[in-house]
């Protein structure tokens, strides 16, 4: 084993837990923008950005985004649509879960 392993390893796990840490930062404040309570979005971010790759990450804030910026709102059906079109099943079960998770204890 290398002399610098005993150094290296615990660097690159601090790291990584950096990087989970500023991800969740991140979302949690990509929902706050989007209207949720700090409360409600640190504890939705969590499950969301362990669950989640960055680009599904990316996708369900691009539908937040023009969620948010329909004029009006968008309907429930069209939010449906735009949701069905975006997500994969995986995001989509990442997502149900993190609301069963936070809000109804599950």
Avoid: W, Y
């Amino acid at each position: 084993m290398p002399k610098f392993f005993p150094v290296l390893l615990p660097a690159l796990l601090l790291a990584v837990s950096g990087c989970a840490a500023t991800k969740r930062a991140h979302v949690s404040t990509a929902l706050q923008d989007a209207g949720m309570t700090e409360a409600d979005a640190r504890c939705l971010a969590k499950p969301l950005v362990r669950d989640l790759n960055t680009s599904q990450l990316k996708t369900l804030k691009r539908i937040s985004v023009l969620a948010k910026s329909e004029s009006g709102g968008m309907s429930e059906e069209q939010l449906m649509a735009t949701l069905h079109e975006n997500l994969d099943p995986q995001t989509v079960e990442a997502v149900i879960g993190a609301v069963s998770e936070c809000f109804m204890g599950g």
